[in-house]
């Protein structure tokens, strides 16, 4: 099992719609969770990052923790075609290090 | 405040050679992350420094090493590179404290191995 499974995509979506991104991880010391941005050619751009279980909101993103399940959700309401980029979920483990999913390729269509 | 700087952003190299890319964190950061992206494996971490020391490692070999100097600024160095190496080679900075601590990503050093 890897230890940051994301769903590798394409997610494509109408412009205004919601996105869902899901992530799910396999060591349950894990402390924190982080969503990055990464447009084509460029670095990892952070979103948000959520500690604690249950929501996260902040403008158009919302991130959802459940530890029990071992699984963290990213929300994108509102979609633009700025919008479309792969986004990589992030997980702090126990030892500290941050183990990166491969990401989910969002596309926006106007 | 200036962001993580990386350089150079693009080499070219043969097998056989070797390579040191360099990394200056955001100012008052003092651990410094490196990982590996490709478009097979996603992005690798590679090691974390931590004032002067390395403080997490990830799976790579011996091949790939690094250092960090008292000013918190890194180096990676790659010896006898493989067409395998063909990366964007990227590092993050932040402040170490662990937690939910953010890293800011440089902009990458793409490295190609012919």
């Known amino acids: 099992q890897k230890e940051v499974e994301q769903n590798s995509g394409p997610l494509s979506v109408p412009e205004g719609a919601i996105a869902s991104l899901n992530c799910t991880y396999s060591d349950r010391g894990s402390q924190s969770f982080f969503w990055y941005r990464q447009y084509s050619g460029k670095s990892p751009e952070l979103i948000m990052f959520?500690?604690?279980?249950g929501d996260k909101e902040d403008g158009r993103f919302t991130a959802q923790l459940n530890k029990a399940s071992q699984y963290v959700s990213l929300l994108i309401r509102d979609s633009q075609p700025s919008d479309s980029a792969t986004y990589l979920c992030a997980v702090r483990r126990s030892q500290g290090n941050l183990i990166f999913g491969k990401g989910t390729k969002l596309s926006v269509k106007p | 405040k200036a962001g993580v700087t990386q350089t150079p952003r693009y080499l070219i190299k043969t097998r056989g050679q070797q390579v040191t890319l360099s990394c200056s964190p955001i100012?008052?950061?003092?651990?410094v992350s490196w990982y590996q992206q490709t478009p097979g494996q996603g992005l690798q971490f590679l090691f974390e420094?931590?004032?002067?020391?390395?403080?997490n490692k990830g799976n790579f070999p011996g091949r790939f090493s690094g250092r960090q100097f008292s000013n918190s600024r890194s180096e990676m160095n790659v010896s006898t590179l493989e067409l395998g190496d063909s990366a964007l080679y990227l590092c993050a900075s932040s402040s170490g404290s662990g937690g939910s601590e953010t890293q800011y990503f440089g902009p990458g050093t793409r490295l190609l191995v012919l």
């Open positions: 100012s008052g950061h003092r651990s």
């Open positions: 959520i500690y604690s279980n």
């Open positions: 420094y931590f004032s002067e020391t390395q403080r």
